[in-house]
């Protein structure tokens, strides 16, 4: 809690306390105004004792003169009940006496529960009557006004304390940074980068662009798969720009409570013009810029959000040094409001990396580890194919870990070769196989390996074939692309449904029967063969269309699906027919690599290759 909040209340309390007491002292000294003593009778000493051993008098005191021996005075109250005055009120009579007193007499007056003391406390020494009779009213209502608001205080800091940061209707704090990352730190999205350039010179030198009448893009919506560094590349625009950054998430907008999303959104806008030159940045957009429902009963506090947000960037000038950067990877379900121009001006789209891309990517996390000089990056980047920037930065960090575990102090290519298998299949699991099934696993794996050094596809590199367990996979078969290839031939498509067929075709022959370890290669082949006839037109129905892309519509006649989905089945039928007599006809082959394979449990594609020329000459010398 706040030390000054700590600070106020501990004051608050202490005057509370203080005035409290002071109105107990006042109310406890002041007469009860319907019964006042009326005088006091002296008496001699002697007579008051008699009075005391006969009970005539109560609350009794005793008061001590000082440096005297057992001189004292006495009071009391008369007993009975108070006698009615001519003024109407109701009066006691007190008496008092003043003597020596014996030890007899002090002895009688302690049994009569006489209360002792010195001269002041017997004769009551305390503020007068008419200080006491105004200072009490207002010590009542300061204490009063003082209890109220150390309860009111107390109360509202729960409320803080447990609502705090939950409550929906507490202000958003908005709160800009100096971002410090530079384009050098962006890699593998170089399109990207100069999309967003021109950006970056608006928000330094905007006189630049008024001058020939330039109108800069209000805001710049990235798309693309996660992990591809579209965060990033805004920090980067804002950290080249100097420009103040605002983070925030979609979600942060949305609430339960219809109108506290569109307030937000006028108050960050407002924040980011007061500190102009300034970069907004909305990541997962989708969540508050979700296209509207058409119908009566749509989401109200989202759409409020939304037209909070669209009123907002309609409104700020092209001059104000504003710019709003938002990600998603879903641009399809965008509002198409939010994309027109003036508002999301520019579409940038931020892919997956390519070669290049991947290593200049790794290049820039190597800089935090000790890579080893004999690591190539180019030839990680080959085997990587299809990893994000995020996917490349966390297969670095692997490897680096990998490498300590090993108390090594650098890093070698098995480390990042290890984080790889780590990040695409799972981490070893160590379990134990037997000897039946590191046999048919080791089939399974040649049969893959042996199809696709057979296929002659040079687009696709064998890189290594392994038995060893991870994740759910008893083995796995792996490739690396020479280059990124962006259109996909029929041959090639055929050629990786072989390759797929491969494992299952190799358990048939090699050992009479089959297992369900193909599972995920029969979906594949099947996915691949059903989009050459229904998206690509690569088979005798030609160049037409008979499903979109997420098979959510068709686009022919029942009769036409049926006859395509009969030709699914041959065209499959055909490919493994073909896998059949490639496999049995270079069965020695098979044989060797499952045998290596259970002898080293990982080989090469190199190794593979050699198998497969050596094993061919052997059977050409025997023919």
């Not at 999303?261 to 030159?277: I, Q």
């Not at 996909?488 to 075709?505: E, H, P, T």
């Not at 599972?519 to 690569?538: H, K, N, P, T, Y």
Request: aromatic residues 6%; proline residues 3%.
């Amino acid at each position: 809690m706040n030390k000054k909040i700590i600070l106020c209340l501990s004051v608050g309390a202490a005057l509370f306390l203080g005035f409290a007491g002071f109105n107990v002292y006042l109310t406890e000294t002041r007469p009860d105004p319907a019964i006042a003593p009326v005088g006091t009778q002296v008496m001699p000493m002697g007579e008051f004792m008699e009075g005391v051993r006969r009970s005539d008098f109560t609350d009794g005191r005793i008061g001590y003169l000082p440096g005297s021996q057992g001189l004292a005075e006495v009071r009391a109250t008369r007993g009975g009940l108070p006698h009615l005055q001519e003024n109407g009120s109701l009066a006691l009579s007190t008496v008092k006496s003043t003597g020596r007193l014996t030890e007899a007499d002090v002895q009688a007056l302690r049994e009569k529960r006489f209360l002792e003391g010195d001269l002041n406390f017997v004769r009551g020494g305390t503020a007068p009557k008419a200080f006491r009779d105004y200072a009490l009213p207002v010590v009542d209502a300061i204490t009063q006004i003082l209890g109220l608001a150390l309860l009111f205080t107390v109360v509202g800091l729960i409320l803080h304390r447990l609502l705090g940061r939950n409550n929906a209707f507490a202000a958003k704090v908005f709160t800009p940074v100096n971002s410090t990352v530079k384009f050098s730190a962006v890699a593998g999205c170089n399109e990207a980068k100069e999309e967003v350039t021109e950006i970056v010179e608006f928000l330094k030198s905007p006189e630049r662009f008024r001058a020939t009448g330039a109108r800069m893009p209000k805001g710049v919506l990235l798309v693309g798969p996660p992990g591809t560094g579209k965060t990033m590349l805004a920090k980067a625009v804002a950290g080249e720009a100097n420009a103040k950054f605002y983070s925030l998430s979609g979600s942060d907008f949305v609430e339960l409570y219809v109108g506290v999303g569109a307030s937000r959104v006028r108050a960050l806008f407002k924040e980011a013009r007061r500190h102009a030159p300034s970069i907004i940045f909305i990541d997962e957009i989708d969540a508050v810029g979700r296209q509207r429902s058409t119908g009566a009963a749509g989401n109200q506090e989202h759409e409020q959000t939304l037209n909070a947000l669209l009123v907002e960037m309609d409104g700020f000038a092209s001059d104000e040094a504003v710019v709003v950067f938002a990600a998603t990877n879903r641009a399809d379900v965008i509002d198409k409001a939010l994309q027109r121009p003036g508002r999301f001006d520019r579409q940038v789209f931020v892919g997956l990396p390519d070669l290049k891309g991947r290593e200049d990517i790794l290049r820039v996390h190597a800089h935090a580890v000790k890579l080893d000089e004999s690591v190539d990056l180019n030839d990680v980047a080959k085997a990587t194919s299809g990893f994000s920037g995020a996917d490349l930065a966390n297969l670095v960090n692997e490897g680096a870990l990998h490498a300590a575990r090993r108390n090594a102090t650098t890093v070698l290519r098995q480390d990042l070769e290890e984080a790889r298998d780590k990040i695409s299949w799972g981490r070893e699991n160590g379990s134990m196989l037997t000897a039946e099934d590191r046999k048919i696993v080791s089939h399974h794996e040649a049969g893959h390996a042996l199809m696709q050094v057979l296929s002659g596809d040079g687009s696709v590199k064998l890189h290594k074939v392994t038995i060893i367990p991870r994740g759910q996979s008893l083995g796995s078969t792996h490739f690396s692309p020479e280059r990124d290839v962006c259109n996909f031939s029929k041959s090639q498509i055929l050629a990786r449904i072989w390759c797929l067929m491969g494992g299952r075709v190799a358990e048939e022959i090699a050992l009479g029967s089959i297992t369900n370890g193909a599972s995920a290669d029969i979906q594949q082949a099947s996915s691949l063969a059903r989009q050459m006839v229904f998206e690509w037109g690569m088979s005798s129905f030609g160049f037409l269309a008979l499903s979109k892309p997420d098979a959510s519509e068709a686009l022919a006649s029942a009769q036409t699906i049926y006859e395509a989905e009969q030709h699914v089945k041959t065209l499959l039928a055909e490919q493994y027919r073909h896998t059949t007599e490639q496999l049995q006809r270079y069965r020695s082959a098979l044989d060797a690599i499952a045998e290596a394979l259970m002898e080293k449990e990982t080989i090469s594609g190199d190794d593979v290759q050699e198998i497969v020329s050596r094993t061919s000459i052997l059977e050409e010398i025997a023919a």
